[in-house]
């Protein structure tokens, strides 16, 4: 069964946050495999979606661009900055409550 797609839409924040905090720099490519691989293909992330979440990050400062010269030419890549760093243990910690909530509710009888 595949996950809800407005579920994981809404936490891509942390999901991008949380990638680079555990990989240090990634390129957007990178990320989308990650999130392939992880969830064995249960999640698909569109480049849409990642570019404008990693916009959304950038102008909020949570994480900075750096070009490098490949082979393949000049990559993108995406690491935390210290505000991100941040962020990422506060966000991480949110929704792992938030989760843990939804589980109570779940299972809740009376």
Known sequence: MK?????IKGS???IILRLLQNNGKL???EIVNMVQQCSKGRINITDAALYKALH???N?????QKEIEAESGTRKFYQLSRR???AATIETAR???AVGELQKLLRYKR
């Open 3 to 7: 996950p809800d797609n407005l579920l």
């Open 12 to 14: 891509l924040t942390v």
């Open 27 to 29: 390129y957007g490519y």
């Open 56 to 58: 959304k990050l950038d």
């Open 60 to 64: 909020e400062g949570y994480i900075v």
């Open 84 to 86: 991100g760093r941040y």
């Open 95 to 97: 929704i792992k409550e």
